[in-house]
């Protein structure tokens, strides 16, 4: 079997103008997932540009016929043409922005959806190496980045890219000398657009990457927030986080500088076009070779394209920006976990029973290829046997679990449950039937329920509470003053270690799984709370197939066998009453601890 290699977070931006927008065209199929919406907003944006160049054509007539002796009446007929034109105009642009800005936050609310189910769904390599501050950065931050551009900013674009055609159109229309000295003037400014363009996303995607830095640190340091009070490290980790903030800013500013200036150099130079096609427009009509009716709805054109011009430069600045942004984004959504089910996975028995065996299974850290972390390891569990997992510390006891999860695949070896390699299942379907309490349980910030429901999502209140019971979560939820509803804040600041570990022991419960793992269920607890514990966790290993991890051999007396794990190998395996008189490494760990025990 070939391992798997660990997956990885990107982190340099793609090169290349090709490239350079494709981020964004990946964002297209969220939006087409609404296509009235999106139909309905193209059609707006027709309708508002119809209408806005549709009024230079009343203002020329007005200008060369209604203002003559009898024009009183044409003058009230041109002004409501007008004011109709500016109702549809009205109407058309506050459609516009109801349906860009619903379809904006819509395309976000279902992009982050995405994200966070791509990284969930992520192999545990992954999250070895990517910092969680960064994540939710990239989950956070660049996604309201996102939300702009397209709640906002594409909008912006598009009605400006459809006011610069059609204004130019017409001014061909209107006068083509005049046009010509606008169409050179075009790529003096359409230049500056392209050339700055990437230099601007350039940047803004360091000044994305440098918050995410600073997120990062953030939330290590505010999850760790009584160890820095404790060490006195307040004033160090203000510096730090402060240190990269700044660096935050000073990449912000570089950007922001490179907006400020290609917005300057764009708007400067489209309006001193419109004011050169002016000059030589007042000389044509000077010349009678034009009517100021004509003049009048050339400029008025002019001015529209030069509007337009110069607001995409600015959108242009910020559609870079948001470049930058979706780029981070599209590299989670593009990341394939190295753990995964195969195209046609095996099945597993309708009725799992829980039997495990590992045979002949080596595994090695992607980082030290050179030591096995296990080697050549073969045992078999049987369905409802209670197996003892001991040794040193580093000799691959959690590994073990680490495999038989799924959370890696070994180098060579297979593991089998309920004799299907799980290589060839699917993983959820293999997790499905394994219930963990690992050493240190994860506890959410969300009520007592809501945590033990975490095994068995969907799980009715009266199953919560029968679980709860069989854990004797229950002995301490009668003393809280909302029950099973009282919140246990942040990791389950609010709880002592056992009652965090019988949190975890009715999560286990609940799931009701066929297969047990228990990782140091009660290493990191006092002698009454571990009492508490070891009662419960004999409730729920009746009937299951159990491995046991435990450095305590007291918690391990009443295993079936005792599988002794040192450096990567088993080198013993028994029962506790065969491994104690066999001398060996067992027999020395035991003799170690129950002495201390009696010396006590």
């Known amino acids: 079997m070939t391992q798997a290699e660990p997956t990885t977070l990107p982190k340099e931006p793609e090169n290349g103008s090709k490239g350079r927008f494709r981020p964004l065209l990946a964002l297209m199929p969220f939006v087409l997932r609404y296509p009235g919406r999106f139909l309905g907003a193209l059609l707006a944006l027709f309708v508002a540009a119809l209408a806005t160049l549709a ?11 209604g203002f003559g002796a009898d024009a009183g009446g044409k003058i009230d007929q041109y002004f409501l043409a007008i004011l109709g034109v500016v109702a549809v105009l009205s109407l058309a642009s506050a459609s516009r922005y109801y349906l860009v800005t619903t379809i904006g936050e819509r395309v976000v609310a279902d992009l982050r959806a995405a994200v966070f189910a791509r990284i969930v769904s992520l192999d545990a390599g992954f999250f070895d190496s990517a910092r969680a501050g960064e994540i939710s950065s990239r989950l956070t931050a660049d996604t309201v980045q996102i939300k702009s551009a397209v709640g906002s900013t594409a909008s912006v674009a598009l009605r400006n890219t459809l006011l610069l055609i059609g204004a130019m159109a017409m001014m061909v229309i209107t006068s083509p000398k005049l046009s010509l000295l606008v169409l050179i003037a075009i790529p003096a400014v359409m230049l500056p657009l392209f050339g700055f363009g990437r230099a601007v996303r350039r940047r803004s995607r360091l000044a994305q990457d440098k918050l995410a830095d600073a997120t990062g640190f953030a939330v290590e340091a505010i999850g760790a927030v009584r160890t820095v009070q404790a060490m006195t490290a307040e004033e160090a980790a203000k510096a730090r986080f402060g240190s990269a903030v700044e660096e935050a800013f000073d ?6 500088r490179s907006r400020s200036f290609l917005t300057a150099i764009a708007i400067f130079l489209a309006f001193a076009s419109v004011v050169l096609v002016l000059w030589s427009g007042a ?8 009517t100021p009716g004509t003049l009048g709805q050339f400029v008025l054109y002019a001015v529209f394209a030069a509007g337009a011009l110069g607001a995409l430069s600015e959108v242009w600045g910020e559609i870079s920006q948001t470049a930058g942004a979706a780029e981070r984004i599209v590299e989670l959504l593009h990341i394939e976990p190295a753990i995964k089910a195969p195209a046609l996975p095996l099945v ?3 009725r ?11 595994y090695t850290y992607p980082s030290r290829r050179d030591a096995p972390v296990l080697n050549d390891v073969t045992f078999a569990a049987a369905p409802g046997e209670r197996i003892a997992i001991v040794g040193p510390s580093g000799g691959g006891k959690s590994t073990l679990f680490h495999l038989l999860l799924r959370f890696d695949d070994p180098q060579s070896g297979k593991i089998l449950f309920d004799g299907v390699e799980i290589a060839n299942a699917d993983p959820r379907e293999v997790r499905r039937n394994i219930a963990l309490v690992p050493q240190e349980p994860a506890i959410f910030a969300a009520s007592i329920a809501d945590n033990i429901r975490y095994g068995k999502p969907g799980a009715s209140d009266a199953e919560v509470k029968a679980a709860a019971e069989t854990a004797l979560v229950d002995e301490f939820v009668r003393n809280l003053p909302q029950g099973y509803e009282t919140p246990v804040g942040e990791r389950g600041i609010t709880l002592s270690g056992g009652q965090r570990q019988r949190l ?7 799931r009701d799984a066929p297969l047990l793992l228990l990782d140091e269920a009660t290493s990191a607890l006092d002698a009454e709370s571990e009492a508490l514990v070891q009662k419960a966790l004999e409730r729920i290993m009746a009937g299951r197939t159990s491995l ?9 007396l009443s295993a079936d066998r005792i599988v002794v794990l040192q450096k990567g190998r088993i080198v013993e395996e028994g029962t506790h009453a065969k491994l104690s008189a066999s001398g060996g ?12 025990i009696s010396a006590r």
């Open 548 to 556: 046991v991890i435990a450095h305590r051999l007291a918690t391990v």
């Open 504 to 510: 975890a022991i009715a999560r286990a419960v609940l």
């Open 585 to 596: 490494l067992y027999s020395r760990l035991a003799a170690l601890q129950f002495g201390e």
């Open 348 to 350: 597993l028995p309708d």
């Open 55 to 65: 009024i230079p054509l009343a203002v020329r007539r007005m200008i060369d016929l």
């Open 283 to 290: 000389q044509a009509v000077l010349a009678n070779q034009m």
């Open 251 to 256: 990449a912000a500013q570089g950007a922001t």
């Open 352 to 362: 799992p029973r829980g039997e495990v065996r590992f045979e002949s299974v080596t």
